[in-house]
Structure formats: C-alpha cells, structure tokens
C-alpha cells in the first residue's frame, strides 16, 4: 500500500524552500484556466488594487472565506488588528460582488480567550452593510479538550447576504432520513403527522451540521502537507444552496484548493487567492489531479510524491526530521 506523508508544511520553513522549486506560481503569478474559466492567483488580499484586476468586471455572486485566524497570538491588540484586516478584505470583497450575493465565513472562537476572534468579528460586521442570515455550527468528529470542559468540537460558519440572493432549499437536505413521527397538526380539518406532510423523507441539515466528516489522512479527499483543509461536502453544500451554474464564486484563502474543486465538480467558476505559492500550486494539482484521475485529494500520498522521491534532499530532511521514508 501507498505511504508517502508529507508533514505540515507551515510549520516546517525548510521543506517549504525545498519545494518552492516544483511550484510554477511565485507573488503575482496569475494562472488561467483554458477550459473551466477559473483562476489562481498568488496575491496578498490586502493588495486590494491587485485583487481587483483579476476580477475584471465580473461580479462575484458566492464568496467562501477561510481566513488564517491560527495566526493570532491572542493578545488583545493581534486580535483588533486581526479585525481591521478581515473589515478591510471584507469591504473590498463587496466591492468586488454582485448587488444580490451570498458570503460565508469560517472562523474560530477560542473558548479560552472570551471565543475571539468570533466576538470581534460579529460586532464588526454590524457595520459591514450586509445582512447576517445564519450561525452556522459544522460538528467536526475529532475535539481537542481536557478531562476539565467540553469537548471543543464546533467549526463556526456565518452566512450572511447582499440584497436578495437565492438560497437553494434542495442543497440543505442531508442524507439522514427521517424517523420521527409525531408532531399532529390540523390542515384543513385533517389531522396529518409530520411524515405525512413533509416533502422529503431526508432530514434537512438546518443550522447543526451533523453529516459533514472531517477531513482525515484515510480519505480519498484528503491533501498531505495541508492543516486546515475543509470537507469537500460542506462547500458542495454552500456552493449548492447559494450559488447556480456557471456563476462566479471566490474563496480569498484557498490553501488546499477545496472550494475551487468544489466548483469544478458542481460546473461553477472560481477565482481563488493564496498568498503563498506552494498552496497555489497545490491547489492547481488538486484540480489537475481531479481532471486526469477523478480523484479529490491524495488519501496515503501527497501532491508533490513525483518530485519528492527523486529528490535526495526533501528525502533526506524526511527522514531526518521525521524518520519517514518513502516506499
Ligand atoms: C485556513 S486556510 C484555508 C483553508 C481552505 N478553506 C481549505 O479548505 O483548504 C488559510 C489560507 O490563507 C492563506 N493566506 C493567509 N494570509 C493571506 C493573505 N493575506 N492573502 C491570501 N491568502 C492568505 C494561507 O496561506 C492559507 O493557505
């Protein structure tokens, strides 16, 4: 069997220069897709004039937005500052989007620091102009906790709007079906339980994500050397309830490349961002890899396994670092 991890790569500087030669993106590479019209661009959001040339005029109707927010230190002036950056990308991803379009938003909440930078950020979209829809909870199966508190297993997600976008209904139906009975009500003189009256036999997956597995290294979708890689199915979710065919959706985060291969699969174009070149390129072989082998991710293997096990160099720092070594 297929053994070839790769470690987290934002964490280790060396195995990021090491690849940096196997990346055809450096800052300001823009690529352009031949065939499904999408793009990556390796470009700083805050760049806004730089952000901007890339969209051209075409208005964005679906944004799926995963800022880094590991980065903060959690101090009280990161976390403010931290704020003003996603207000600023914020106001020029509006700028950027169509009159009626739909804007989603990972974050986190740190139950130890007073679950900042949720705090912040709600109150500071108050003065965003868009509308706030929903609170959204995706259940991840793995937590991190002591014996002492709850388990932390919530990924928070906000749905908020501009104008009137359409929402999809049929996109919110799990695949869990429904087993209650109960709950009468009386229509029209006759009595009917909830089953009867219900148009799906399908539970929908309202503001609780239960259904949605976290992303693992034994799934198919699953990219090694990535470590905040969201589920395939949570943003064919998104995607699916605000978005229809061939329109334009952003995701300004991209790392892993989910949402654009998210797009590809249900025929949207994407325009997405990362600020660092490996993860463009990573996102681009994520799409290649889709398109040659049908495949979502690399599951016991890695996106760069071809240049790694030719190259004494990476394979040395594997197993010197790791003690991993490549079959
Ligand atoms: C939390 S990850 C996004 C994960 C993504 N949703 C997925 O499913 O793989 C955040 C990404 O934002 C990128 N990033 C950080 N600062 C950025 C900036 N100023 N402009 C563009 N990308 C940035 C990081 O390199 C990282 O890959």
Redesign the pocket.
Known sequence: MLNHPLPRI?KDEKLRTLLLPFCRFKEGTVWVDKTGGHKIAC????KKEEVKKIFHKENVKLS?Q??????IAFTEKRNDEFIQ?CKD?IILNIEISDKNSSFYF?LGADQSNHFEPFGGFIEMMKTSGLTSRSFITMRNQRGYGTQQNWMAIRQELLYYTNGNPEFNIKAEYTDIPKVLKGYYKNIAGEVTENLERSKSQFIRAGNVWIDVQQVFYRMEEN?NG?????PLKA?QRIIEASSNKNELVT?????????LLACEMLERKCIT????PV?CEITLRRLENYRENKKTGWQNSNPFYKEIKNDKKILNHLKKKYNITYN
């Open positions: 934002d470009i700083d959001i805050s799926v995963d800022p880094p927010y590991n980065f950056w990308w990972w990219v990535c470590y905040a890689q969201k943003i995701d300004f985060f991209s790392h892993s490349g989910t949402t961002f990362d600020i660092d993860y």
